[in-house]
């Protein structure tokens, strides 16, 4: 099912902004047992986002009660929210918009995921670079055409997510997850100040880590860092955390943190 404004329907304008110029930003979330996992933590996401977009107006105690709602029609699956900017203006100047437009989606769980727990997952480099820019840089932002092209290589391969660069060759994510790796007690994550998206569970992970006894950092690191790792491991909202064997030519058998985390995520 699809609600745009809080009412049952699968169309938008044409003018606005979200499909005219990308204008927007979006969050994706887990529902079990008809309840949004981290609800307010998605709701503050989008609002930062917003703030981040210069885009006001966001009705954040409707919104909340709408994600509440679309969570009670499925059981269990993903709720996708979408804010746009909204329709008005000219050109790329967003005067006259009056107020943003929201758009939840319902949509099953990805059943690969359970696969992938019992197996883990193998990464390979993408050929696809991310734009530094510390203006957009962390937020989900609705311009993903750099994911898109990344996900069009993986497709084409035979690893099961990519292995994401920025363009001066610093290790920075996945296609559609944030990145870990362990050597010893040392926990490390990519700094995403320049590229990337600050996700939901990398953000949970980096506050659970210190109360479970682990060292973190986020880091600016070549993706030769990997190779001395003693584990990696990806996260995201739907995952949520699953370990890796294998980047490239480096292979990793350790599960040690990843099974830790699992029940806390």
Not at 2 to 18: H, L, S
Not at 84 to 106: E, N
Not at 119 to 140: C, D, E, M, Q, Y
Not at 175 to 200: E, H, M
Request: aromatic share 6%; charged share 20%.
């Amino acid at each position: 099912m699809i609600w745009v404004n809080g009412e049952p329907q699968a169309q938008i304008a044409t003018g606005d902004r979200g499909l005219q110029f990308g204008d927007g930003c979006f969050t994706t979330a887990r529902i079990r047992s008809g309840q949004v996992d981290h609800l307010e933590a998605h709701v503050a996401r989008l609002q930062q986002a917003c703030d981040r977009l210069m885009i006001a107006g966001l009705e954040v105690v409707a919104l909340t009660q709408q994600m509440r709602e679309a969570a009670q029609r499925q059981r269990d699956g993903v709720l996708k929210v979408i804010v746009t900017r909204g329709s008005g203006g000219r050109g790329y100047s967003a005067a006259g918009c009056r107020q943003p437009t929201t758009i939840l989606s319902l949509s099953p769980a990805p059943l690969h995921y359970a696969a992938w727990q019992t197996r883990g997952v193998t990464l390979a480099t993408s050929p696809v670079r991310l734009s530094r820019n510390s203006l957009l840089a962390g937020i989900k932002h609705l311009n993903r055409l750099e994911q898109v092209m990344i996900r069009a290589h993986l497709d084409g391969g035979d690893a099961d997510e990519a292995l994401v660069l920025d363009t001066d060759g610093w290790l920075v994510e996945c296609c559609a997850a944030n990145l870990f790796w362990r050597k010893g007690k040392q926990v490390y994550t990519p700094d995403l100040s320049l590229a990337g998206v600050t996700g939901l569970m990398r953000e949970h992970i980096l506050t659970l880590l210190p109360e479970l006894g682990w060292q973190a950092s986020s880091v600016l690191a070549p993706p030769e860092a990997l190779a001395a790792a003693d584990e990696v491991f990806i996260c995201n909202a739907l995952m949520p955390v699953l370990s890796v064997t294998r980047i490239n030519q480096w292979h990793y058998a350790s599960r040690e943190l990843a099974d830790q985390l699992r029940p806390h995520c």
